[in-house]
T-cell receptor, first 117, second 110 residues
Framework: DAGVIQSPRHEVTEMGQEVTLRCKPI?????LFWYRQTMMRGLELLIY????????DSGMPEDRFSAKMPNASFSTLKIQPSEPRDSAVYFC???????????????FGPGTRLTVL | QQPVQSPQAVILREGEDAVINCSSS?????VHWYRQKHGEAPVFLMI???GGEQKGHDKISASFNEKKQQSSLYLTASQLSYSGTYFCGTRGGSNYQLIWGAGTKLIIKP
């Protein structure tokens, strides 16, 4: 079974341009998480969805960031306009909540390395 | 509140043991451990639920002290493949998001 798929793997853009990152979660998973990772700030949760519905977007840095999940197999994270400080690795992760067991494992995609010049 | 991991980094010789700690100022429901190798995504190691259980994964095990809100990851007879950054993620309640520690970088030398 394929894991979490992210595209593109690398993105280099100029300040002010729109950037769209894509994620395909593992089939059947009901949670999807978007993270940003930098050396300075570590791993930060941006937003997460449950059954395609955004649950918590308090980690989204500002209005320039938006995320959608139009169906169970696809999600996008958009930055418009992009700024150099947005340069980071963006990870998407998916999970199948196991309420009876009380725990769950997040499966991470390979990440998108974004560089904004 | 972000959990605090210690140490920030550790260098070992192959075959030596290591302990990585994760502590929180908040009551915890579960603690999750992940390992990330350079240039790769984090990979799940194990989950510990409140109740103080200890889990093992090959020569890597962990404990969770609910009262102290602490978890420790034990790496026994470390192998070169154990190198990477170890993150703990904590979950405090019914929501499913994890709060991540800053990570502990583990370097294993031959």
């Amino acid at each position: 079974d394929a894991g979490v798929i992210q595209s593109p793997r690398h993105e280099v853009t100029e300040m002010g341009q729109e950037v769209t990152l894509r994620c395909k979660p593992i089939s059947g998973h009901d949670y999807l998480f978007w993270y940003r990772q930098t050396m300075m700030r570590g791993l930060e949760l941006l937003i997460y969805f449950n059954n395609n519905v955004p649950i918590d977007d308090s980690g989204m840095p500002e209005d320039r960031f938006s995320a959608k999940m139009p169906n169970a197999s696809f999600s996008t994270l958009k930055i418009q306009p992009s700024e150099p400080r947005d340069s980071a690795v963006y990870f998407c992760a998916s999970s199948l909540a196991q309420r009876l067991a009380g725990g769950y494992e997040q499966f991470f995609g390979p990440g998108t390395r974004l560089t904004v010049l | 509140q972000q959990p605090v991991q210690s140490p920030q980094a550790v260098i070992l010789r192959e075959g030596e043991d290591a302990v990585i700690n994760c502590s929180s100022s908040k009551a915890l429901y579960s603690v999750h451990w992940y390992r990330q190798k350079h240039g790769e995504a984090p990979v799940f190691l194990m989950i510990l639920l409140k109740g103080g259980e200890q889990k093992g994964h090959d020569k890597i095990s962990a404990s969770f002290n609910e009262k102290k809100q602490q978890s420790s990851l034990y790496l026994t007879a470390s192998q070169l493949s154990y190198s990477g950054t170890y993150f703990c993620g904590t979950r405090g309640g019914s929501n499913y998001q994890l709060i991540w520690g800053a990570g502990t970088k583990l370097i294993i030398k031959p």
